[in-house]
């Protein structure tokens, strides 16, 4: 039987900074309902990658196509709204409860309604209260259901990490793009990560790209593994493949 048509197609993507190349030629498809990993050494491009997927960063040339859509030249916001969204490396929320979060993912899906909202229409409460049940599901499928209205200050930081991934999902995306998403999280927390994301390729079908230091993570999610050095893609296919190639050996021990 044919695969079917990848629900994100990366092909020949070069990004340059001043003298330096980011991306050099990269391609890679994602296929529907699969978890991509995009692992390399550090300063192998893979949030600028992610930043291209994003729209945060234009690529020199190359073209990103979600299910045939071109996204290459769109602009963030409505990069999203056609379904990627993303977390970022570093960046964990401090403000608000869980629930505050989540509904500004929400608010960041409908981006309108807000003056109905303030005038409380019927319309718009109904609205609001469909939203805010969404944004409980997605707390329990992330496993932040027992900390829902919890100010996010409060808890512990595996669980502050996890609601970037629950705002993401918020945007209901068809690609989910997770910067490290267990960077800095103790082994109980990373184990709960990575539950939560398997569960959300099994039970919303979900597409996700992950990059992610922790070897063991990424071999067991991951469908597919693409291996980047120096902006190159130095080796892809399955992580028993990519494990055993001398290529990527080379590239993570330096030898
Ligand atoms: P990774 O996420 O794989 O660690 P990055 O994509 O962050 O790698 O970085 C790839 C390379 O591009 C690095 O050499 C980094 O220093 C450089 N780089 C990333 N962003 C910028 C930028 N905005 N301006 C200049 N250089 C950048
Ligand atoms: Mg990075």
Known sequence: TAAPPPVLDVRDVTVRFA????????????????????IGPNGAGK?????????????????VTLGGTELTRLAP???????VARTFQNIVTTHGTVADNLMLGRHALTGAGFAATALRLPSAVREQREHL??????????????????????????????????????LE????????PVAGMNAAERAR??????ELRAELGLSIVL???????????ADDVTVLDFGRRIAHGTPDEVRQDPEVLRAYLGT
């Open 47 to 63: 949030s600028t990658c992610f930043n291209v997927l994003s729209g945060l960063c234009r690529p020199a040339a190359g073209t």
């Open 173 to 180: 995306p068809r690609v989910l793009l997770l910067d490290e």
């Open 133 to 170: 049940e969404r944004a409980r599901e997605i707390a329990e499928l992330t496993g932040l259901g027992a900390h829902f209205d919890s100010p996010v200050a409060l808890l512990p930081y595996g669980d502050r990490k996890r609601v970037e991934l629950a705002r993401a999902l918020c």
């Open 19 to 38: 003298g330096l190349t980011a991306l050099d030629g990269v391609s890679f498809t994602v296929t529907p309902g699969s978890v991509h990993a995009l």
């Open 77 to 83: 916001h409505r990069i999203a709204v056609l379904g």
């Open 211 to 221: 990059v992610e230091h922790d070897m063991g993570l990424v071999m067991r999610l």
């Open 193 to 198: 990560t990575a539950e939560a994301v398997g």
